[in-house]
């Protein structure tokens, strides 16, 4: 005998599987190119977002940090409005409250002046396939072109150089260099990697 119930139960768990389905981006082949290359001149990039999955998961801050010969020059930083809910977890993570984003600009709106900033600069990145799958991720959303850049990782590098730590997340390696560090900021987290970056480099102690 069919359980009615339980038969239901059966329902709803298939519709969420194909929501879940169909929520989850499509596999895009990277539009950037990974790079080692000891680079003077870049910008720095950080997003803070809804969640963990581009494309599905929204940016609701940028950070950017430009740098000429390892010396801060610009910086550029927004608040983004997602328009969709952010959860109490992530506003926990980062501060960034509903209605801290209530009346900031969506991402259409502000990320031509990004790529402005960027220019043909080098991007150094923090675990760069979550940022650049997010700024990629633009394109499918909002039709919005996005340069081929070229990224440096200082997950990558450090896991060269800092031989230490018992992993290389950024809080970790930030205490490990004993550095300020306001963390799950963009701008903060910004900052944090070019000092790292520039301790990979030997350009700092």
């Not at 539009?31 to 910008?43: D, E, G």
């Not at 599905?56 to 010969?69: M, S």
């Not at 550029?76 to 409250?97: A, D």
Request: charged share 25%; proline share 5%; hydrophobic share 35%.
């Amino acid at each position: 005998m069919v359980n009615p119930r339980r038969e239901v139960e059966t329902l709803l768990e298939e519709k969420i599987r194909q929501q879940r389905k169909q929520a989850r981006p499509p596999r895009r082949p990277r539009r950037y190119k990974t790079s080692v290359r000891k680079a003077a001149s870049y910008v720095v990039l950080d997003f803070e977002t809804t969640g963990f999955r581009s494309g599905a998961d929204r940016i609701i801050q940028i950070g950017a940090v430009k740098y000429k010969d390892h010396e801060k020059t610009g910086t550029f930083e927004t608040l983004v409005n997602p328009k969709r809910h952010i959860s109490p977890r992530i506003t926990q993570l980062t501060g960034i409250t509903n209605d801290s984003v209530k009346y900031a600009p969506m991402i259409d709106e502000v990320i031509g002046g990004l790529i402005d900033f960027i220019g043909d600069l080098p991007i150094v990145a923090h675990n760069a396939a979550f940022d650049m799958g997010f700024l990629y991720a633009i394109e499918d959303l909002h039709g919005i072109q996005i340069p081929e850049y070229t990224v440096i990782d200082t997950v990558q590098l450090s896991r060269k150089v800092i031989t230490e730590t018992p992993d290389h997340k950024l809080t970790t390696l930030s205490k490990y260099l004993k550095l300020e560090h306001d963390a799950h900021d963009a701008v903060g987290d910004c900052l944090v990697t070019a000092k790292l970056y520039q301790h990979c480099l030997g350009v700092i102690g």
